[in-house]
């Protein structure tokens, strides 16, 4: 089993900035590759980012491009997402997520497991 709790969500202005940390327990950090993925009212689960388990390779929904980033500190068993320029439309749960393997997944059904999620508002 693997425990993950997500923090740093909040209340931010349109551009602003926040980041966000997803702390793991109960297996290997470094075996994991992680994701994070959103979810606004009334809309399916959307992808955000999502890191190798060795943190070489990344990959980034469309919607963020260029404005996330995802990153991961295997000696704190901790990943990040730092986003920056943020919009309206960012506003969502925000939830990590984990699983066995070592390269990057994008979809939520390749995960295992799953935290409790952070709510991130931007205001316009």
């Known amino acids: 089993q693997v425990q993950l709790v997500e923090s740093g969500g909040g209340l931010v202005q349109a551009a602003g900035s926040l980041r966000l940390s997803c702390a793991a327990s109960?297996?290997?950090?470094?075996?994991?590759?992680m994701g994070w993925f959103r979810q606004a009212p009334g809309k399916e689960r959307e992808f955000v980012a999502a890191?190798?388990?060795?943190?070489?390779?990344?990959r980034y929904g469309d919607s963020v491009k260029g404005r996330f980033t995802i990153s991961r500190d295997n000696g704190k068993n901790t990943v990040y997402l730092q986003m920056n320029s943020l919009k309206p439309e960012d506003t969502a749960v925000y939830y990590c997520?984990?699983?066995?393997?070592?390269?990057?997944?994008?979809?939520?059904?390749?995960?295992?497991?799953w935290g409790q999620g952070t709510q991130v508002t931007v205001s316009s």
């Open positions: 109960g297996r290997t950090f470094s075996s994991l590759a």
């Open positions: 890191i190798s388990w060795s943190g070489i390779s990344t």
């Open positions: 997520a984990a699983v066995l393997r070592s390269g990057v997944a994008s979809s939520v059904g390749n995960y295992d497991y």
